[in-house]
């Protein structure tokens, strides 16, 4: 088997103390390997994006280990994880994120340039990212100017571009309709199934459906999981 | 019922016999509710004797072949006009199972609702998995896309018995402190 591309080891993450004491996530242990789409359900309040913003190094753990393609993420320090996530993890929030003043190629290719690739070298990525993701045509368009699903696609190709191998996503359908969330999970699926491993963060079990494997979250703990296997076929395809 | 109308609505298209009826019908539903070449024959019987379809004959093969008459005609198009009936809802499973379990003392009602909830979206998964097999057939599509939604309803409505039940245990009244409880107080 190979290398796991996320590995949680035993995390937890706790806020405040004594009588504020929270426990977002109490000695969760996950790993995801690359070609390998993990969802992850909850209810309100149950974690899931605590358990992403550690996987992505925007958070610490209080207690457990995050490791990103083998790599401690607290043996980084800061200037070394914020350099992770540039180049190896790629985040998809549910409000796309998008920087206003820059066309959708230039927010494509912004973690690119703020890594220090030649401009020119990272608007070729960027519309090269704009095209796996079906809107190479929108590329000099404003973020205003586009409807939530482009703007969604904008998000996913900058989660992607210069081929970084972990994608995280949190809940980036919830402010799309039905069709266009399920074109979301489409290109997602498209990019794990081309050797990226990804979570997903959903309350939709349509799109926690996409994943190979389903992790339920209560309160901070991992309650659940259903497996990668097949299970019998329900249903034959049509002839 | 359904057998009855689909079979009327594809002989709309020509004069067909048994097994031809039996593989459109499963081509167009994916296989969804297999029927069997019996259950075509008898129904193909009651269509001929309530004059619905007539007999036209046999194949080079020796297969009889059915058509529509006119009155199975007016009968397909009073059938596409006609909405589904929602009758008496059929006797749910799940429903009752879980009304009980939040009665029947003991019954731990959290892990009946995610070991359905697990099932369905394993379901729901295999559903994903045909839908990413391209192309795929319009009207199988939309068969399994009715799958994926009745699924989808099933874990919306365990969601939400899951939120009710949790919202009623934390109102109702605190239960006594447990001995064990009491042990770690002392040991304090
Ligand atoms: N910065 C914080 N300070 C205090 N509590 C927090 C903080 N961030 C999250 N929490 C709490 O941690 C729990 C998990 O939150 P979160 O991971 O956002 O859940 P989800 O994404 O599943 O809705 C919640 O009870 C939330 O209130
Ligand atoms: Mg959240």
Redesign the interface.
Known sequence: MSAPVLELDAVSRQHGEGATLVQALRTVSLRVTAGELVAV?G?SGSGKSTLLTLAGGLDAPTAGVVRVEGTDLAGLGPAGRARMRRTSIGYVFQDFNLIPALTAAENVALPLELDGVRTSAARAAARTALEEVGIADLADRFPDHMSGGQQQRVAIARAVVGDRRLVLADEPTGALDTETGEDVLRLL?GRCDAGAAGVLVT????H????DR?V?LRDGVV??E?TSD??E??????? | MSVRFALLALLEQGPKYGYQLRSEFEQRTGSTWPLNVGQVYTTLTRLERDGLVEGAGSDEQGHVVYRVTDAGRDEVATWFTTPVARTQPPRDELAIKLALAVTVPGVDVGTVIQQQRSATIRALQDYTRLKRQEPLDLAWSLVLESLVFAAEAEVRWLDHCEARVRRAAAEAPAPEPSRTDEKQETTR
Not at chain 1, 208 to 211: N, P, R
Not at chain 1, 233 to 239: D, H, Q, R, Y
């Open positions: 359900m209810p699926r309350h939709e079990a349509r926690a459906a996409w994943a389903v339920f309650v659940d259903t097949p299970v076929s329900l249903v034959e395809t049509g002839a």
